[in-house]
C-alpha cells in the first residue's frame, strides 16, 4: 500500500521559513518525479515544485521561484520543501505527490498523494 505523509506546516510570520517533509512508504518510486502543491481556501490546488528522482531536474511555480527549495532525500524516500520569505498568499493546505514519468506541474501527472499539512503565514 502506498502512503505518502506531509508534515512540518504551522502557523509563521510573513518573512519566515518553513520545512514541508514528504515520507513515502510502500515503493521506493524508483524513477518517477516528486512534487508539491497547494490548495487554498476557495481555490483550485495549484503547483508548486516538482524534482526528479534523481534531484537533477526541478521546475518551480513563478510566484515561489527563488523562496521556495524542493530536494529528496532517496535513501529515506522523502522529498522536501524549503520555504523561505514566506508570504501571507503562500498560505494553504500544502501536498505531496509522486508518481510523474516527468517533472511537471501537471497534477493529474501523479499517480498518488498525501493528505497535505497547513501552512498558515499571517502579517
Known amino acids: 500500500q502506498v502512503q505518502l505523509v506531509e508534515s512540518g506546516g504551522g502557523l509563521v510570520q510573513a518573512g519566515g521559513s518553513l520545512r514541508l517533509s514528504c515520507a513515502a512508504s510502500?515503493?521506493?518510486?524508483?524513477?518517477?518525479?516528486m512534487g508539491w502543491f497547494r490548495q487554498a481556501p476557495g481555490k483550485e490546488r495549484e503547483f508548486v515544485a516538482a524534482?526528479?528522482?534523481?534531484?537533477?531536474?526541478?521546475y518551480y511555480a513563478g510566484s515561489v521561484k527563488g523562496r521556495f527549495t524542493i530536494s529528496r532525500d532517496n535513501a529515506k524516500n522523502t522529498v522536501y520543501l524549503q520555504m523561505n520569505s514566506l508570504k501571507p498568499e503562500d498560505t494553504a493546505v500544502y501536498y505531496c505527490?509522486?508518481?510523474?514519468?516527468?517533472?511537471?506541474?501537471?497534477?493529474?501527472?501523479?499517480?498518488?498523494w498525501g493528505q497535505g499539512t497547513q501552512v498558515t503565514v499571517s502579517s
Open positions: 510502500g515503493r521506493t518510486f524508483r524513477g518517477y518525479a
Open positions: 524534482i526528479s528522482w534523481s534531484g537533477g531536474s526541478t
Open positions: 505527490a509522486a508518481g510523474s514519468k516527468g517533472v511537471t506541474g501537471v497534477d493529474t501527472s501523479y499517480a498518488y
